[in-house]
């Protein structure tokens, strides 16, 4: 042993303090769970919400319209009466198949901790003008639009004046509205794909409201600027993404905010042996949100991109339950059925499933990988077809989720796989 | 009054002032840029060459080798990552074998050790994850890796510590005779020296026209290049190149010293010397090509990319001499590639040249040590537990993909020639330089700059002059 390492031992550790981790940790501790230690990496719990300071939170979980901190703030509130132990600016750099966990702070140096399981709850981070590979000068004034949101939102401070936006997901969408709000003029918002990547409703509360354009089928292959940026050169793109040419324009701005795409934060996720999906980037899970790795759980942002909290906090829940049921003595599942996501899914979360103990219902959340209009959710236990849902519309960017009950599970046991697909009739 | 002035902070200029900072007299650097390293110094293969490429007889060949061979105790001095990991030139047809018995016979003329070709298992067994198409290799066991920005940052501080002066934000603006010294006039001062320089890289033409009437040219040769995530940075161990043609050496693919994987370079001239954007069909090219050395090109773990210029002029070597019309002015002009890889012998020669002119001596108190920034990454955690106790700020983690510490920013901004721009932290410690590309770290390290320097938010630069991260507070624009 180390003389000056603190070393310690949880039954629990959480790697995260935002809704995912919160919620966990509530969950857990409801469940009879005291052992419990969540780390975050940032001064204050939340997350990534403190800088969510747009409201459209709560709606579904506490049936109110909240924004980002008050959302946060209600699971802090309660994380705090029920006395869950927190170390807060205390980041995480190793966790090892064994569920050691090493983090360091500023206060107690290098500490190692001992956990019986682990929630992984690490979130997301985004993509980057070098991982898209936009060729061009690399000037000052190109922010991801989560890491702009920061300065304006926490540091009060604007990246720029003339703003350009490359991708419609929910964050871009945000910041146009935001940057507007502050003043900014955003001259345009490019999205890749033929349709938004966002919610519906941020389209028209963050750029229809604002008078914003939004360019669909383009996206931007130059940018200059010697040391700010001057401006950016838009495409539009073809059926299969390529850049059209003869349809460049050059658009005259300082500031590009990319909001193109989010990838969970895995990389302690692999030092710990978890499996991950190429799809999704985040673990595969079994129904309790259960790894490969008996006792590491996996949820929110870090185990697939959501679209709302209310999601995540549900989600999560489960995590921490089947975390206390696991401490509890609960037997690892080793026989599974498949959950397959077929024509028109893009993936499904959990991957693998087993319906021996189900409670009142098994949630199967999944995202669509086009556009539909006026299709069906449709689920086969096998060839068996159990569920066929009309949808009027699906969307890639809004999250959707079947409930297979008690009942419905009862009733068709025998069977493989489960598979989820799009139908037209 | 100095003795010598150096006009740039680039590699070759560090190099210079260090090996002249042994030497009683008084030196001092002139550059453009807010920091050292800004120009093709740090945007280049960062390649250690063995010395095969070099035709035979030209003071490239010569200094080549010879700079190879200093690079160990160097980086052991001045505390600068370096790294012989070995060179291999692949060869894809039998009909260009010769081409490769050749180089390697151009490589032992030029003195090059251990040369041997490889083919086969060996080569498979040396490389598996290179092209099956490579039907035998060239195989440099003395080709190296290094980061060419910290080893200036290096040179640099060593060069400070040892008296030589540094003048940032300077630009050279016209040099004259007076006497038998030079006045270099700058946008902020006035020099006077015995000797100049002229390191001045892309721009050492016209420093060089300023005063001399043989006039020379820079061509400007674009390269760009892709960096990829460090979870395939082993993927090769040695530096993969293809064999060379006429522009060059062609596209490599390299593990870096920091563990990533890097690829490149095209070869494109160009007039415009302050741009340095890359393109579209560059980047489509460099990474075409680059998939002929290896079996998959992770195209979706591309992390950065970037483009650096070569200086290069038409005489196709190496221009280090003094100027005919103009004693005491030397010029060191046209220093592409294999520059980085001479810099160390390049400023033996030059500094010879300079003691040679000014009569001196050693001096008896010049520290040839430079100690780098901890690096919290590499620590056990023992030696780090002790670091946070006695220093708390190392245990506050700034950059999470790097793991880079609040204690190792603080220390790159006050240790002498000390960071003032987000880039000047980023070169000095990687923070930014991960997967995520600063989008955690960028506001928290724009915070502790604008702390440590004692300066408002707003006015803290990517990398000086316009390049404001920040323009103003919320609502000052409505």
Redesign the interface.
């Known amino acids: 042993m180390?003389?000056?390492?603190c070393m310690q031992e949880f039954d629990l550790v959480i790697i995260g303090g935002g809704p995912a981790g919160l919620a966990a940790a509530i969950a857990a501790k409801k469940e009879g769970v005291d052992s419990i230690l969540l780390l975050e990496?940032e001064m204050r719990l939340g997350g990534i919400l403190n800088q969510c300071i747009h409201n459209g939170f709560g709606l579904h979980y506490f049936k109110e319209e909240l924004t980002g901190p008050e959302y946060a703030q209600k699971f802090i509130d309660e994380l705090t009466t029920l006395g869950i132990e927190c170390k807060l600016?205390t980041?995480v750099?190793d966790i090892t198949q064994e569920k050691q966990v090493?983090a360091?702070?500023?206060?107690?140096?290098?500490l190692?901790i001992k956990a019986k399981t682990i929630i992984l709850a690490m979130g997301c981070?985004?993509k980057?003008?070098?991982?898209i590979?936009i060729?061009?000068?690399?000037?000052?004034g190109i922010y991801?639009a989560?890491?702009a949101q920061?300065?304006?939102n926490?540091?009060?401070?604007?990246?720029?004046?003339k703003v350009v936006v490359l991708g419609s997901g929910d964050i871009g969408l945000i910041m146009a509205r935001r940057m507007t709000l502050?003043?900014?003029e955003v001259k345009a918002v490019f999205e890749l794909m033929p349709y938004s990547t966002g919610l519906k409703r941020n389209i028209v509360q963050c750029l229809d409201d604002y008078g914003i354009p939004v360019r669909y089928n383009h996206t931007i292959?130059?940018?200059?600027g010697?040391?700010?940026l001057e401006g950016v050169t838009a495409v539009k793109v073809d059926e299969n993404r390529h850049p059209i040419k003869g349809t460049e324009e050059y658009i005259a701005c300082?500031t590009l905010l990319l909001s193109v795409g989010l990838i969970p934060e895995n990389?302690l996720s692999k030092k710990a042996g978890v499996e991950l999906s190429p799809i999704t980037g985040g673990a595969v899970v079994n129904e309790d949100m259960e790894t490969n790795t008996p006792g590491i759980f996996s949820c929110g942002n870090v185990l697939h991109v959501h679209d709302l909290a209310d999601n995540v906090s549900v989600e999560s829940e489960i995590a921490g339950k089947s975390a206390a049921r696991y401490l509890n003595g609960r037997i690892y599942k080793t026989i599974y059925h498949g959950v397959i996501g077929g024509e028109g899914i893009r993936y499904t979360v959990p991957q693998k499933m087993n319906l021996d103990v189900v409670e009142n219902y098994v949630e199967i959340r999944f995202r669509v990988n086009n556009i539909f209009i006026n299709s069906y959710i449709s689920v086969y236990f096998d060839n068996k077809r159990i569920l066929h849902i009309r949808k009027r519309i699906l969307s890639p960017g809004e999250m959707e989720s079947i409930k297979l009950t008690r009942n419905l599970i009862g009733l068709n046991s025998d069977f493989s796989d489960i598979l989820i697909k799009i139908e037209k009739e | 009054m100095y003795n010598v002035i150096i006009i740039g902070a680039g590699i070759v200029g560090s190099s210079i002032a260090r090996e002249l900072s042994k030497y009683d007299l008084k030196v001092c650097i002139l550059e453009k840029q807010v920091d050292v390293a800004m120009g093709t110094t740090k945007a280049n293969s960062a390649i250690v060459h063995a010395g095969f490429d070099a035709k035979p007889n030209t003071i490239k060949a010569k200094l080549n080798v010879m700079g190879n061979s200093m690079f160990d105790l160097l980086s052991e001095e001045l505390d600068f990552p370096f790294k012989r990991n070995g060179s291999l030139v692949l060869c894809f047809h039998e009909n260009d074998m010769d081409k490769l018995l050749l180089l390697k016979e151009q490589g032992e003329k030029n003195g090059v050790p251990n040369l041997e070709i490889i083919s086969g298992k060996a080569l498979c067994d040396m490389e598996p994850n290179i092209s099956q198409n490579a039907v035998a290799a060239l195989y440099a066991p003395t080709g190296g890796i290094v980061c060419p920005y910290e080893m200036t940052l290096a040179l640099s501080e060593n060069a400070y510590e040892n008296g030589v002066e540094f003048f940032f934000e300077n630009k050279v603006i016209d040099i004259s005779a007076i006497d038998n010294k030079y006045k270099v006039i700058t946008n902020k001062d006035e020099y006077l020296g015995e000797v100049i320089i002229n390191a001045a890289g892309i721009y050492s033409d016209e420093i060089n026209n300023m005063i001399s009437s043989e006039s020379l040219k820079i061509i400007p040769r674009r390269g760009e290049y892709c960096v990829f995530d460090k979870s395939v940075g082993n993927m090769i161990s040695k530096t993969i190149f293809q064999l060379p043609s006429k522009l060059g050496k062609g596209v490599l693919v390299t593990p870096t010293v920091d563990g990533n994987l890097l690829v490149g370079p095209n070869a494109v001239n160009q007039d415009d010397k302050e741009d340095f954007a890359t393109t579209l069909e560059g980047l489509e090219n460099i990474l075409k090509t680059a998939s002929e050395s290896i079996k998959y090109m992770p195209m979706n773990l591309i992390i950065n990319s970037f483009s650096g210029l070569r200086a290069r002029t038409e005489k196709d070597d190496f221009i280090i001499s003094e100027v005919k019309d103009a004693i005491g002015f030397i010029n060191v002009v046209g220093i592409e590639s294999p520059g980085l890889t001479s810099a160390p012998a390049i400023a033996k020669v030059v500094c010879d040249m300079v003691i040679k002119k000014i009569p001196t001596e050693i001096k008896n108190n010049f520290n040839p040590i430079r100690k780098g920034i901890l690096k919290f990454r590499e620590m056990p955690l023992d030696q780090l537990q002790v670091k946070i106790e006695e220093d708390p700020r190392y245990g506050n983690i700034v950059c999470r993909c790097e793991t880079i510490s609040e204690g190792e920013i603080i220390d790159a901004i006050h240790r002498p020639l000390g960071a003032k721009t987000l880039d000047g932290v980023k070169f000095r410690t990687r923070a930014g330089m991960g997967r995520c590309q600063s989008g955690f770290c960028a506001s928290r390290i724009l915070d502790i700059l604008a702390r440590e320097l004692r300066k408002d938010q707003l006015e803290i630069t990517k990398f000086g002059r316009e390049s404001r991260i920040l323009t103003c507070k919320n609502k000052e624009l409505i």
Request: aromatic share 2%.
């Open positions: 180390r003389e000056g390492v990496r600016s980041m750099i090493t360091v702070n500023m206060e107690e140096g290098i190692i981070r985004e980057t003008r070098g991982a590979n060729p061009g000068c690399r000037c000052a991801t989560g890491a920061k300065y304006v926490i540091e009060g401070l604007m990246p720029g004046r502050e003043g900014g292959i130059d940018i200059k010697r040391d700010r300082d990389e």
